[in-house]
């Protein structure tokens, strides 16, 4: 097998001999966008035999998004297929083929994401459409927060790369050949759907990841510089100044995590190619923001991230989703979109020669252009602008049109404004991915009577009521929660806690109103069964209102009724799961467990939320991002299930029952319970004195 590369703009050659497959590379003479970022690439088949072609595999992808071209060097593809890369390129262009494919092409690096082999294996094993689901729950599972005590900590020594992964504190530095060089736009072909990032990715695969070896011939000048510029004499921790050299060579080498200081970024890129407001951020000892002025953050979200490694990249797209999910907490839509262009048109610095004016321009302003223009696409397709600002929708048009150069960012431009168009017109939809539904379930003529009906069909029908409601909630509606908890600006919310409190009022008032004892009993054990059934379909929500009704003391205090249900033992295994000790500690391990589609209890989530608010604040000019970060974690763990809906038919005779006793029982107050439930004691008591007279006499 021969590989012989030239210059992106050049043609490239693939050959591979003794093998299924021949590639050569036809040159492309246009500086568009489209055919300078990439080669021509045919295929022919040589061979039946595949076998030989694995080697050649690099890594595999999983696509996030539908690829469609007219250019015959194109794979097309679908979003949720697993492909294999066998090349990779700079230009933001990978060669890839099918599994059980017989075509290599050309695929877009920004609409893929490389997986590990044992990620690449799990999600095989998954129904495709449903792969991209599951890759983005395994990623939030991996960032899920943890409260215990009410208190908000983190409970890992080492925090996961998605969550917390260890980053550069200035981490737009990059040291001439390394690895941390400026990542290529990726070229956006006509006819394309733009992606919501940019990002360049490269590949996550076990055992390949290393930092810059301290021999790297391009690296060994600037070393040898700022190490004998540091006086390492009163360095704290070594015990000699050999050690503290070690320390230094691995900060600088990205060796033990450890990443370039401040004092060297300074003394190695003009000041013209630093930000403007970085003396207005606060970092942690990794490099995250904690807290930062308006501008500073809006700045930080715009500069081009530099970098390759994919822990680092996932840290720059977390900070933007943070950014653009609670951006509305400290500031407005109008107010965003009026920075963001302001970015975009940013002014050169003053007194630059003609040198420096074009390093200025192609470091720092084409950079943040398309970095700006990445932002809005984000902005767009996954965080609500036109639900949340439809008025930004015509102002972001007004600026696209604008953009007539360079020829890259004028293709972005006609892009976003396809895809406003496209959304605009789009077909609303609450509604999660469909899932064909399985076959429906016959129900039983129950006359209104609940023990005639059937446990399994009334828990299945509310996990499809609850999911519904559970479905339409927004991370911006759950974040406003902090500091309202009624009004319109929460009525999803609202609506969805407010069916608990009714499934409760239903469970209670159904047993309260049978006056014949065994009923009662028989009645405690049918919800005792779709509690367990809730809990088998991970409805978490409609077994967390059960067992409170259960458990309440409206019902608990009915003894003589208790001593005829047979299913206690189960009940008291759920209510476990109920227990708010350890901050719901029992339950959040239930939830993390679940698999599947799923309804959680968001109650304790929602505390968090505000405790959360509590703990932090934010100060004049000093925008607490921290404080943003946990929102943003605890709402992508409260909110991970939406996107896996229910596999269940709708029964539209249950349903109609379940709604009408949502809608009666729950008209009942407090005082009402409790003075049934009096009633229903006092006729137990009287009961049990006839039942122990009746011994006395001999009956």
């Known amino acids: 097998?021969?590989?012989?590369?030239?210059?992106?703009?050049?043609?490239?050659?693939?050959?591979?001999?003794?093998?299924?497959?021949?590639?050569?590379?036809?040159?492309?003479?246009?500086?568009?966008?489209?055919?300078?970022?990439?080669?021509?690439?045919?295929?022919?088949?040589?061979?039946?035999?595949?076998?030989?072609?694995?080697?050649?595999?690099?890594?595999?992808?999983?696509?996030?998004?539908?690829?469609?071209?007219?250019?015959?060097?194109?794979?097309?593809?679908?979003?949720?297929?697993?492909?294999?890369?066998?090349k990779q390129e700079d230009t933001g262009w990978w060669a890839a083929m099918r599994r059980n494919g017989d075509f290599i092409g050309w695929i877009p690096q920004a609409f893929v994401n490389p997986l590990t082999d044992d990620m690449a294996e799990k999600l095989l094993n998954v129904r495709e459409e449903l792969r991209v689901y599951e890759y983005d729950a395994e990623q939030l599972y991996n960032a899920a927060p943890t409260v215990?005590?009410?208190?908000?900590?983190?409970?890992?020594?080492?925090?996961?790369?998605?969550s917390s992964p260890r980053s550069p504190q200035w981490y737009y530095i990059s040291f001439p050949g390394c690895v941390n060089k400026p990542t290529p736009p990726t070229p956006e072909p006509d006819g394309l759907e733009f992606p919501p990032n940019g990002l360049g990715r490269s590949p996550v695969r076990a055992g390949r990841r290393r930092p810059v070896g301290v021999d790297d011939p391009n690296l060994a000048a600037h070393l040898s510089m700022l190490i004998e510029s540091v006086d390492f004499r009163d360095s704290p921790g070594p015990n000699s100044p050999e050690e503290a050299k070690k320390l230094k060579i691995a900060q600088l080498t990205g060796s033990n995590e450890a990443w370039y200081d401040a004092t060297i970024a300074k003394s190695i890129l003009p000041a013209y190619l630093l930000p403007s407001y970085a003396d207005q951020l606060k970092l942690d000892s990794e490099g995250l923001v904690r807290s930062g002025s308006l501008v500073a953050l809006v700045e930080k979200l715009c500069l081009d991230p530099l970098t390759k490694d994919p822990i680092k990249l996932k840290q720059e797209k977390m900070f933007k989703d943070i950014f653009l999910t609670t951006f509305r907490t400290f500031t407005t839509a109008n107010q965003l979109f009026d920075l963001l262009v302001a970015r975009y048109y940013m002014e050169r610095p003053e007194n630059l020669t003609d040198a420096q004016a074009e390093e200025w321009r192609e470091k720092m302003q084409l950079p943040t252009q398309r970095w700006t223009l990445t932002l809005f696409t984000m902005w767009l397709q996954d965080h609500r602008l036109l639900e949340e600002e439809p008025h930004i929708a015509q102002r972001l048009t007004d600026f696209l049109t604008k953009i007539v150069q360079p020829q890259s960012l004028a293709l972005t431009a006609k892009l976003i404004i396809r895809k406003i168009e496209d959304l605009t017109f789009a077909n609303p939809s609450n509604a999660s991915p469909t899932v064909p539904p399985r076959k429906r379930r016959k129900s039983k003529n129950h006359k209104n009577d609940l023990l005639k009906l059937d446990s399994t069909d009334i828990a299945e029908q509310l996990a499809l009521l609850e999911f519904k409601l559970y479905a339409k909630l927004t991370s911006h509606e759950c974040i406003s929660y902090a500091k309202t908890q009624t009004g319109k600006q929460v009525e999803n919310l609202t609506s969805f806690c407010a069916t608990h409190d009714k499934l409760a009022a239903w469970v209670k008032t159904s047993i309260l109103m049978n006056e014949a004892l065994g009923k009662r009993a028989d009645t405690v054990d049918f919800w005792i069964k779709v509690a367990e059934k809730c809990r088998n379909l991970n409805n978490f929500a409609s077994m967390s209102a059960v067992i409170n009704a259960l458990s309440s003391t409206v019902i608990s205090r009915l003894h003589l009724t208790w001593a005829h249900v047979g299913r206690r033992s189960i009940l008291d295994a759920l209510i476990k799961f109920n227990d708010p000790s350890g901050g719901f500690s029992r339950y959040r391990e239930l939830l993390n467990n679940a698999e599947g589609p799923c309804v959680p209890f968001i109650g304790m989530y929602l505390t968090d939320i505000v405790h959360i608010s509590d703990q932090f604040s934010d100060q004049p000019d000093n925008i607490s991002f921290l404080k943003r970060q946990r929102w943003f974690e605890v709402v992508q763990v409260m909110l991970r299930a939406q996107k896996q809906p229910y596999n269940i038919a709708e029964s539209e005779s249950t349903l109609t029952f379940i709604g009408m006793h949502l809608r009666i029982d729950s008209t009942r107050d407090q005082t009402w319970f409790w003075e049934k439930s009096q009633e229903v004691q006092q006729s137990e008591l009287a009961h049990a004195d006839i039942r122990k007279g009746l011994e006395a006499a001999g009956f």
């Not at 590369?5 to 003479?29: F, K, M, T, V």
């Not at 890992?156 to 998605?162: L, R």
């Open 1 to 86: 097998m021969t590989l012989a590369h030239s210059h992106p703009r050049h043609s490239l050659h693939l050959n591979i001999d003794a093998s299924p497959y021949r590639l050569q590379g036809i040159p492309s003479g246009s500086d568009s966008p489209s055919s300078s970022a990439r080669a021509s690439i045919g295929t022919e088949l040589t061979s039946p035999a595949r076998s030989s072609m694995s080697e050649l595999v690099i890594f595999s992808v999983l696509c996030m998004y539908d690829f469609k071209s007219d250019d015959a060097d194109h794979l097309e593809f679908s979003k949720n297929e697993i492909l294999d890369v066998v």
């Open 148 to 162: 215990r005590n009410n208190e908000w900590y983190d409970t890992s020594p080492d925090p996961s790369p998605v």
